[in-house]
């Protein structure tokens, strides 16, 4: 039995000479008895590991294209460079219907319009998937990986989603669902959850309307909370150390038990009939 996601693990070598001679191999990302998937592939090279600049054209892959080793040379640049092999599945509007790609790694593919009807994509690896508009009726995710992935106007009439997990990251717009019901995730819903998963820790929180929202114990420390709109939100417990409030707005807010916070720290902060940290009411 296949063990889930045994996509290709895609290895940069390198070999030292006059030049630099770098070589990777463009492999499928699905298992035996499956139609084979190469993705596009291109070197990049990097001062700091941050920023990262192609260096080779892209190599194109794609639905049933062959393996092939790829290979490149060039001069030995001058300090420390790192390099690596830039990896990216591009499906858009493919037909797969009726095709196993049973653990498939399908990481980050764009898979938007692809036509997935009755496919078995069971314990497939779709994190941050695209798959907008893509047509998945009937189709086997039973232990697929479904993080991060974008379904917006999906159809999953019929799809098998078994165990059903809930990732924060999911985008449901206009979706449908396998019973035939229509969602969209509320996205207020989204960012609450990721608040208590992460603290949201990717996302800009300057000016967000938390208005009664039910915040408690979330950790806020550092965080750019400026003109935020906090009115009636329960923040007990909410840490808030060294948190920029300027200009928030926290009337009729529950502050009881919360860490790090002082009103005359931060400039044009609202406080009116507010509980404070300390259980006492604000004027």
Request: aromatic residues 4%.
């Amino acid at each position: 039995m296949p063990t889930p996601a045994q996509g290709n693990e895609l290895q940069l070598t390198i070999n030292v000479g006059e030049k630099l001679n770098l070589m990777w191999k463009a492999s499928s990302v699905t298992l035996n008895q499956s139609p084979n998937i190469i993705p596009n592939t291109q070197l990049e090279i990097s001062e700091n590991l941050k920023i990262w600049k192609p260096i080779s054209k892209l190599h194109p892959g794609g639905l049933r294209a062959k393996s092939k080793t790829i290979a490149i040379t060039i001069s030995k640049p001058n300090g420390i460079r790192y390099f690596r092999v830039n990896s990216q599945i591009n499906l858009k509007n493919v037909n797969l219907q009726k095709n196993n790609l049973v653990g498939a790694n399908l990481t980050g593919a764009n898979l938007t319009g692809a036509n997935l009807t009755q496919v078995d994509l069971a314990m497939a690896n779709l994190d941050g998937a695209n798959l907008t508009g893509a047509n998945l009726t009937g189709a086997n995710l039973a232990e697929a990986t479904l993080g991060n992935v974008d379904l917006t106007s999906a159809n999953l009439t019929g799809a098998i989603i078994t165990p059903w997990f809930t990732f924060p990251e999911t985008t449901y717009r206009n979706t449908i669902m396998p019973d035939g019901s229509i969602k969209t995730h509320d996205t207020g819903k989204r960012l609450l959850i990721q608040l208590y998963v992460d603290g949201a820790s990717k996302t800009n929180l300057s000016g967000k309307d938390f208005s009664e929202w039910d915040l408690r114990g979330i950790e806020l420390q550092k965080r750019d909370l400026t003109r935020c709109n906090f009115t009636k939100a329960d923040l007990r417990n909410v840490k808030l150390d060294q948190a920029n409030l300027a200009n928030a707005n926290l009337t009729l807010a529950n502050l009881r038990g919360a860490s790090g916070f002082d009103p005359n720290e931060h400039k044009g902060i609202i406080i009116r009939k507010t509980v404070l940290p300390d259980g006492s009411l604000s004027n």
